[in-house]
C-alpha cells in the first residue's frame, strides 16, 4: 500500500489533536425534568382575603355543612390558608357569611377547586 495513501486514510479516521474541544462541551440549559413549582391560587393572583368578601371566602368553606376545607383540598399555602380561615369566622361574626349553608346564589360559581378530588389524598 501507499504511505500517502494511509496518511490520508488515517488522518480521516482520527480526529487530529489539533481540533478544540469546546465543540464537544455540555450546553448550558435548564432542567427539564423538573417539576413546576406549585403555588396556591390566592398567590398566583395576588389576592388578599378580606371578610367583607363573602363571595371569594364562600369558595374555601363547605356548602352543606359550613366547614371550612383543609389545605389539603383546597391548595392553599400555609399563610393563606390560615389568613382565609380567620377571614371566614370574622365573616361570620360579622354576619355576612351564614354558619351553616352556602348562600344559594353563590352555588353556581365557578369552583377554584375541586373538593371530591383533594390534591393530597386523606384516609377516608
Known amino acids: ?15 487530529s489533536s489539533t481540533k478544540s474541544t469546546d465543540d464537544d462541551a ?3 440549559m435548564a432542567n427539564p425534568y ?8 390566592l ?9 367583607k368578601n363573602s363571595r371569594l371566602l364562600s369558595q374555601f368553606q363547605s356548602p352543606y355543612t359550613g366547614r371550612i376545607y383543609g389545605r389539603h383540598i383546597t391548595g392553599l ?9 380567620a377571614e371566614i369566622t370574622k365573616a361570620q361574626n360579622c354576619a355576612y357569611m351564614p354558619y351553616y349553608y352556602k348562600d344559594k346564589h353563590f352555588l ?5 377547586f375541586d373538593p371530591e378530588n383533594p390534591i ?3 384516609r377516608f
Do not use: F, G, N, W
Not at 398567590?43 to 371578610?51: A, N, R, S, V
Open 1 to 15: 500500500m501507499y504511505p500517502r495513501a494511509q496518511r490520508i486514510l488515517a488522518s480521516t479516521i482520527r480526529p
Open 26 to 28: 455540555p450546553l448550558e
Open 34 to 41: 423538573k417539576k413546576e413549582r406549585r403555588q396556591c391560587i
Open 43 to 51: 398567590c398566583k393572583l395576588k389576592i388578599t382575603p378580606d371578610y
Open 77 to 85: 399555602c400555609k399563610t393563606k390558608q390560615e389568613l382565609v380561615e
Open 108 to 112: 353556581r360559581d365557578p369552583k377554584l
Open 120 to 122: 393530597r389524598s386523606h
